[in-house]
T-cell receptor, first 113, second 116 residues
Framework: DQQVKQNSPSLSVQEGRISILNCDYT??????FLWYKKYPAEGPTFLIS?????DKNEDGRFTVFLNKSAKHLSLHIVPSQPGDSAVYFC????????????FGGGTRLMVKP | DGGITQSPKYLFRKEGQNVTLSCEQN?????MYWYRQDPGQGLRLIYY???????QKGDIAEGYSVSREKKESFPLTVTSAQKNPTAFYLC???????????????FGQGTRLTVV
């Protein structure tokens, strides 16, 4: 049973517009969430995170929103740039899992010039 | 510079041969992981180790083996029993769980294994 799900395998957005990537989780013990970005043939790199005590965290063009009651988080990229084209993974951790991260299946974002 | 190093970047294996992928980290992390990624797929956990001399199977451990003799090293052996070994392999290590700051994983650059 997948505890972290990214239901959209791919997303295509025009350059300059907003990209919204979604992630749902089922384990209510998760209290820290991360987004990773991955280019082909490279390892994922950390992008942004949010603690469950917050509902929003911003870092430049990237904002993560957390809705605990819906067990849903989203990553907003504004404005989207062609260099943002990559696979984005959401991940979650919690006290019950210790130092384990549970990853979603990823969403491939394509930003068209 | 602290980080995780995977080697080699590309690896070719003949059918029926075992092959070992290297993963070394100097981040002083206790926990290390091996993931497999297939085209269009997410990250699937093969094995993980939370402490030296201890490791556990992940979701797809069949056909793989690991060892954790040193904190810095977590090599993965792809055995001949692995039916479909051609994939991109990622090694990671993670910080200890930090309460409200959770944990963060750091990844190597990956090894692409091709069976010929």
């Amino acid at each position: 049973d997948q505890q972290v799900k990214q239901n959209s395998p791919s997303l295509s957005v025009q350059e300059g517009r907003i990209s919204i990537l979604n992630c749902d989780y089922t384990n209510s013990m998760f209290d820290y969430f991360l987004w990773y970005k991955k280019y082909p043939a490279e390892g994922p790199t950390f992008l942004i995170s949010i603690s469950s005590i917050k509902d929003k965290n911003e870092d430049g063009r990237f904002t993560v929103f957390l809705n605990k009651s819906a067990k849903h988080l989203s990553l907003h990229i504004v404005p989207s740039q062609p260099g943002d084209s990559a696979v984005y993974f959401c991940a979650a951790s919690g006290s019950s899992a210790g130092n384990m991260l549970t990853f979603g299946g990823g969403t491939r974002l394509m930003v068209k010039p | 510079d602290g980080g995780i190093t995977q080697s080699p970047k590309y690896l070719f294996r003949k059918e029926g041969q075992n092959v070992t992928l290297s993963c070394e980290q100097n981040l002083n992390h206790d926990a290390m992981y091996w993931y497999r990624q297939d085209p269009g797929q997410g990250l699937r956990l093969i094995y993980y180790s939370q402490i030296v001399n201890d490791f556990q199977k992940g979701d797809i451990a069949e056909g793989y083996s690991v060892s954790r003799e040193k904190k810095e090293s977590f090599p993965l052996t792809v055995t001949s029993a692995q039916k479909n070994p051609t994939a991109f392999y990622l090694c990671a290590s993670s910080t200890p769980y930090r309460g409200g700051l959770g944990t963060e994983a750091f990844f190597g650059q990956g090894t692409r294994l091709t069976v010929v």
